[in-house]
């Protein structure tokens, strides 16, 4: 079979949309930090209708800060890729020609800092996931003694991380009299930008306090709320997209109908009329963004670790499973919704049953595994929060307690059997240590909250977070998930 790339373009399927503007006379406006398949269902897609629509100033050169495989995957394919649309009611394809170059930064973090410097680049966009802003989860303060951050520090030429890359390349602009980059933040992170500005800006304060008062006066960081769900692709999307467009492409992305981008508008040096392609420029993010972390992000934490651990492979597997659709809609609309600031007109009952039907979606294969991933990035901003919130106005948070609780037994490292589960977190290593050997909810609950970058001083210390968690661990450790989640059913 012919592999996709601009020359087997003509042989696809009439259905499938493909680009229709000149790639060869598209310039690389924006440099995309994190190149993987979230930022290829979402933003590229919404980059693709800029360019569809006639404006060329705006392709895109992704960047991996790890590892080869989405380059050495796209660049035979000369950037291109399909987007295969999922509902369970019929497929839809799409190839995507956004991309224009791939760079891979350890083999050459110079030519990612020259794009990065390059006059026309005027937008540097990120999807670098949570852990990858080095911040503490807690306070979202640099983590200075971070590793990565002692290299770039040290090594400001060759930067690993997308700090290091930000800072340097903002210096090289301000040496060659060039404008600032507006720099976009798409991680599911509270307040995006300000936290991405505050770690950036603590950076260049290590490397001279001019040049932090420099990014705080000159470099545009707006706040973004981004949804869509891109599931890992896996071999079985691979045949599927190459039955359905008669070429093989080795990596494209699957995802959803449903697509969401709410920006702050703060671009001084210009940006993509995205909202032409459906995306929403407001003044202030916030209140989508609490909505989104805190109702879809937290159902999907706590479906993914009670459902990993009652057994469940998928997210749609895991909302067939009995209680745990109850279990979210009674956690979302008794628990969170009364914590988020009110939105104007928007109809947060329709959000919610949006959300649980997005769960349901059974043509994505969506591994609890996955989303499990990186709990201790994830779980301040999907659950402690909400949780704080709670405590403040002294009411209850017994199903926010129970995600929780799920993510604090896989966190041991071990399933209910016993059986060991494959842990990425980048503190996997400090809770194996603080929690072995322990079996009963209160020694764990213990361990778990001496580790503060995730908890923080004030829940660490709090009496009833201590308590309402001892009890629901303590249920959830002698009737296991399977059992706890069946339970919401009747309640
Ligand atoms: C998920 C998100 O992996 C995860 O942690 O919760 O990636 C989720 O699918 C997206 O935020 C949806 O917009």
């Not at 380059?71 to 295969?84: C, E, H, I, K, T």
């Not at 006059?119 to 971070?146: F, M, N, Q, V, W």
Request: contains cysteine.
């Amino acid at each position: 079979m012919k592999r996709l790339s601009q020359a087997t373009l003509c042989d696809l399927p009439a259905g499938v949309s493909r680009p229709g503007y000149d790639r060869g006379a598209t310039r690389i406006g924006i440099v995309h930090l994190g190149i993987g398949a979230f930022h290829r269902a979402h933003q590229a897609v919404m980059t693709e209708a800029v360019l569809a629509a006639g404006d060329l100033a705006w392709g895109i050169a992704g960047v991996s800060l790890r590892s080869a495989e989405t380059r050495d995957a796209l660049a035979p394919q000369d950037g291109l890729y399909s987007v295969a649309v999922r509902d369970g009611t019929g497929d839809r394809f799409a190839v995507v020609g956004a991309v224009l170059r791939l760079l891979v930064a350890p083999e050459d973090p110079v030519a990612v800092l020259d794009l990065m410097a390059a006059s026309e680049t005027r937008l540097i966009s990120l999807t670098i996931t949570e852990k990858g802003y080095c911040h503490l989860p807690a306070t979202g303060e640099l983590d200075e003694t971070h590793p990565d951050i002692v290299h770039d520090l040290a090594h400001s030429e060759r930067p690993r991380t997308a700090i290091g890359f930000l800072v340097e390349a903002i210096v090289r602009r301000r040496e060659a009299g060039l404008p600032p980059f507006t720099v976009l933040s798409c991680d599911n992170l509270p307040a995006n930008g300000r936290t991405l500005a505050r770690v950036v800006t603590r950076f260049a304060a290590l490397r001279d306090p001019a040049l932090a008062e420099h990014v705080k006066t000159r470099v545009a960081f707006p706040c973004s709320m981004v949804d869509r769900i891109v599931p890992a692709t896996t071999d079985a999307d691979r045949a599927l997209v190459a039955g359905a467009l008669g070429v093989e492409d080795a990596w494209p992305v699957t995802t959803e109908p449903f697509l969401q981008w709410v920006i702050e508008d703060r671009f001084p040096e210009g940006r993509p009329n995205w909202e032409g392609a459906g995306a929403l420029f407001v003044t202030d993010v916030e209140p989508f963004e609490q909505m989104k972390l805190r109702l879809l992000n937290a159902s999907h934490s706590t479906l993914a670790y009670l459902g990993y651990l009652a057994g469940h492979q998928t997210v749609a597997e895991v909302m067939a499973a009995p209680g745990f659709a109850a279990l979210l809609d009674q956690m979302m609309r008794e628990e969170v919704s009364p914590t988020l600031p009110p939105l104007e007109g928007f109809d947060l009952a329709a959000y919610r049953a949006m959300l649980l039907a997005r769960f349901r979606n059974p043509a994505l294969h969506h591994r609890t595994w996955q989303i499990a991933m990186d709990g201790s990035q994830k779980l301040p901003q999907r659950l402690l929060g909400t949780i704080r919130d709670r405590i403040k106005a002294g009411a209850g948070f017994e199903r926010l307690a129970l995600g929780v609780a799920a993510w604090m037994v896989y966190a041991t490292g071990r399933d209910e059997a016993g059986n060991p589960i494959d842990m990425r977190d980048p503190l996997a290593s400090r809770f194996a240590a603080a929690t072995a050997g322990k079996r009963q909810a209160s020694a764990l609950v213990e361990a778990y909250l001496g580790i503060r970058e995730v908890f923080g001083d004030d829940l660490s210390a709090s009496t009833p977070f201590r308590t309402t968690l001892v009890r629901v661990l303590d249920g959830l450790l002698a009737d296991g998930a399977a059992r706890t989640a069946r339970s919401f059913e009747r309640t």
